[in-house]
């Protein structure tokens, strides 16, 4: 880099300041909190965190010296960057399921239309036409909660909470309702996938191994719930679960 393009001193010396102001208002925010994640803490967090970055740069160019400031980011790199108390906010869900028995699925369409003159079943229309039969006759949470007797079978699915400046006109994202989400401005998200299970395994084979022992307790009920829970992973603000 040119001497004409370092920066200045004052502009070092500035970038210090402002790094401070930061921590003050992080320590802040912590002193403040309200819950284990007060989007204050996170947005002071983030907040510090571009400070001491461009601090450690401006020195890096100045004097070729660094840091040791190791900020932790997200595993996809979004930190949450929204209001920290925010006004509106959507919740977006995604579920994803495999056919397994395509027969138990159409037959089940083929019940729910029997029985209700609005289901319109279209002949031979398959799996496609089924699937808009029962979404028309349950409610998600319900065809989730039953899934096996439509002979599906759970894939992964994930719950993101974003936060919004103000909640959209009626009919305003119709068109494309998920193609306006900021990742930056996903408060919470709650992934289930069956990945978890697996990292969890390990552990469950050590207590397999101290039961066989006779040093575990190895009650029937121990531990955390089984099912769609034991697959869950629930992150704080702006973080992805590992």
Known sequence: MSDAALPTVAEVRAAAEAVKDALDRHLAAVESRIG?????V???FNELAAAAEEYDELLYDRYDE???FEIPTPEDGVAYTGPVEPAAFSVLIRRDYAVVEPARLIAQAERVASHDRDAELVEDGGTAGALGVLFGEYEPDEIASRYKEFGLEEGDSTL???ALEEVAEPGDWLGAPFGETDLQDVLHRFDVSSVFDEE???FEDEDEDEDEDGNGAGHEGDGVGGGE???RQSAAPGLTPA
């Open 36 to 40: 284990d994640e007060d989007p204050a």
């Open 42 to 44: 996170y947005a002071a």
């Open 66 to 68: 660094v840091t040791p």
């Open 160 to 162: 993101w909470i974003a």
């Open 200 to 202: 969890d395994e390990p």
């Open 229 to 231: 829970a034991a697959g």
